[in-house]
Nanobody, 128 residues
């Protein structure tokens, strides 16, 4: 069993930065793919970024490439999302997810599903 707790959300002006953190408890964090997803108001949840369990491979949605950076510290069981040059369209609830099974990371990047582990979400609001 894995529990995920996100933090770092808040209100920021357009062009600003935020850093989200996701602290994981449970087993085998260092063998699990991790990812960030978001749900804008009135829209479906969407992929933002994912990271290989080693940290050596990352994938991003086109909408955040060059602005967001995902990273992880396996010694601290934590994954991060550094968000720069924020735009109003980045406003959403941001969710952290962990793969239910370790040792899996496709070349196109990992996408979480309903059977994976999810955090409770943290609100990010970008004002114009």
């Amino acid at each position: 069993q894995v529990q995920l707790v996100e933090s770092g959300g808040g209100l920021v002006q357009a062009g600003g930065s935020l850093r989200l953190s996701c602290a994981a408890s449970g087993r085998s964090f260092s063998s699990r793919a991790m990812g960030w997803f978001r749900q804008p108001p009135g829209k479906e949840r969407e992929f933002v970024a994912s990271i290989h369990w080693s940290g050596g491979r990352t994938n991003y949605a086109d909408s955040v490439k060059g602005r967001f950076t995902i990273s992880r510290d396996n010694a601290k069981n934590t994954v991060y999302l550094q968000m720069n040059s924020l735009k109003p369209e980045d406003t959403a609830v941001y969710y952290c997810a962990a793969a239910a099974s370790g040792g899996y990371y496709p070349l196109s990047g990992w996408r979480a599903g309903p059977n994976d582990y999810w955090g409770q979400g943290t609100q990010v609001t970008v004002s114009s």
